[in-house]
């Protein structure tokens, strides 16, 4: 069973919270709720499938080379109820599930008429307008736009960083935007080479390191933007003595990052008997 903890990390790192605009001929847009979680590695999207549903689509290759990804999505009444679920969890994405949940409670305050056929008629303009509106809403705030998402952050409460941020949540996190690995460098002085363990998390989003951080250590570091326009973004790194502590915290936890947890501990006992 996916833990609504681990799923919330996961989400905040690699999902995608919107209001869909469904075009109509003729008639104003409907909108749909739609939670998606992107990954290439399929086995897990089928594990949170298994435990709180969802459609599964391939999503192909973003870039020839690649490995092709995939899509775990929900719609609607799911969308909401899943994001219902995972509200008290997520720690970067909760301004769109508020908004999410607040245009679904009111949709299911405000039952559609229908014709003779059972289609349903059109909103009143003025509730077109509303749901237009709190449709860019939420698109302004999936906007890679850094001067704003830097508002966005500075207008949000602080209230999430009195929270304790939970292990699942943090492995959740790491298995969607970490690296665990080994670095190996050399002396300049006399060339010999030197091993360390090294666990990564990067995010755009500095405060929700800043909280891992709070409780699990690390580092923190400021990354330049990937690319022109995009948002700079933020690495929090653990290395040797830092990432065995952090490591034994998530370890039981994490799902597609376990084989290299394994070997990252193998390698940190090996090198507590050696040195």
């Known amino acids: 069973m996916i833990s609504l903890g681990y799923l919330a990390g996961f989400v905040d790192g690699e999902g995608y919270l919107a209001l869909a605009r469904i075009p109509r001929s003729n008639r104003a847009p409907e909108f749909c ?3 998606v979680v992107y990954n290439t590695d399929l086995e897990i999207l089928l594990q949170i499938q298994r435990s709180w549903g969802g459609t599964i689509s391939s999503v192909g290759q973003r870039k020839s080379g690649w490995k092709p990804s995939h899509a775990l999505i929900w719609t609607n009444a799911a969308a909401s109820e899943m994001v219902r679920h995972l509200l008290p969890h997520l720690r970067i994405k909760t301004t769109q599930a508020r908004l999410l949940l607040d245009y679904q409670d009111d949709v299911a305050r405000r039952p559609r008429d229908r014709d003779e056929r059972g289609r349903l008629l059109p909103l009143p303009m003025s509730e077109q307008h509303r749901q237009e509106e709190l449709f860019q809403r939420i698109k302004a705030l999936n906007t890679r736009d850094p001067q704003v998402r830097k508002r966005q952050r500075l207008a949000q409460a602080v209230g999430a960083g009195t929270r304790r941020v939970a292990p699942s949540y943090v492995a959740g996190l790491v298995d969607g935007e970490g ?5 190996k460098s050399e002396s300049q002085r006399d060339g010999l080479v030197q091993y360390r363990a090294r666990i990564t998390v990067a995010n755009t989003d500095k405060r929700v390191l800043e909280d ?29 003595g830092m990432a065995e502590e952090f ?26 008997v050696t040195v």
């Open 212 to 240: 891992v951080q709070r409780f699990y250590g690390g580092i923190l570091v400021s990354q330049g933007p990937r690319k022109a326009g995009w948002n700079p973004g933020y690495l929090l790194v653990w290395s040797d």
């Open 179 to 183: 690296s665990l690995m080994i670095t």
């Open 33 to 35: 709720v739609r939670l």
């Open 247 to 272: 490591l034994a915290s998530i370890r039981p936890h994490l799902r597609i990052k376990q084989a290299q947890a394994r070997l990252l501990a193998e390698f940190l006992r090996h090198k507590s």
